[in-house]
């Protein structure tokens, strides 16, 4: 009798990988015809962005027949430096909500890559760039722009290699805690 047990116990066995390879291979399948709805989608959403550039290229070109390049260009330029003041704006206001609550402080020097720094830049005729105010992290900047920010403090002036100036206007940083001899950043809520 336990030879036969042993048959059946084999076969149970076998019968069980069976399966499991088939539910296997199911989900394979699965997963192909979802790769290949992914992929059509994809392309379809490609191909409609594709079509809306066109689109948006007539446009301009029709635009600019009629008014002139000078003014189609002064009108995007005008459109893109407001987007980039709305996005100032409403980060400005992001970061006087984490001042409010005590998830930032202003500081005199950025110290870490976290180390919130609010610049401005102006070309060498004095004119600002825009967006006006720029909020990045340290470790946001490139490189370069990084080790002059390390070293200079509130209110500095500092020249680029691209014959521009940066000017530190605000620094902040994450406020943390410690809790249980780990470090916490906080979220300002309670």
């Known amino acids: 009798m ?10 149970e066995k076998g019968l069980s990988n069976h ?18 709805n992914l992929h059509g989608q994809l392309n379809n959403a490609f191909k409609q962005n594709g079509e809306k550039m066109d689109n948006i290229v007539r446009v301009l070109d029709a635009l600019t027949s009629i008014v002139g ?11 893109h430096t407001e987007r980039l003041e709305e996005e100032a704006a409403q980060t400005e206001a992001a970061v006087n909500d984490a001042i409010a609550a005590g998830t930032l402080v202003a500081v005199e020097t950025a110290a870490e890559d976290q180390y919130l720094v609010v610049t401005t830049q102006k070309n060498a005729d ?14 946001g900047y490139v490189p370069e722009v ?41 979220t300002g809520e309670a």
């Open 69 to 79: 390049q000078e003014e189609v260009t002064a009108c995007v330029q005008r459109r």
């Open 19 to 36: 399966k499991q390879r088939t539910d296997a291979l199911s989900r394979i399948e699965t997963l192909e015809a979802r790769f290949d």
């Open 126 to 139: 004095g004119t600002v760039r825009h967006p006006t105010r720029l909020f990045l992290p340290l470790g």
């Open 146 to 186: 990084q080790t002059l920010l390390r070293a200079a403090k509130l209110g500095d002036i500092i020249p680029t290699i691209e014959d521009t100036t940066i000017e530190v206007l605000a620094i902040y940083k994450p406020v943390t805690i410690t809790v249980d001899n780990d470090v916490v950043p906080t």
């Open 2 to 11: 336990s030879q036969g047990n042993s048959v059946r116990k084999e076969l």
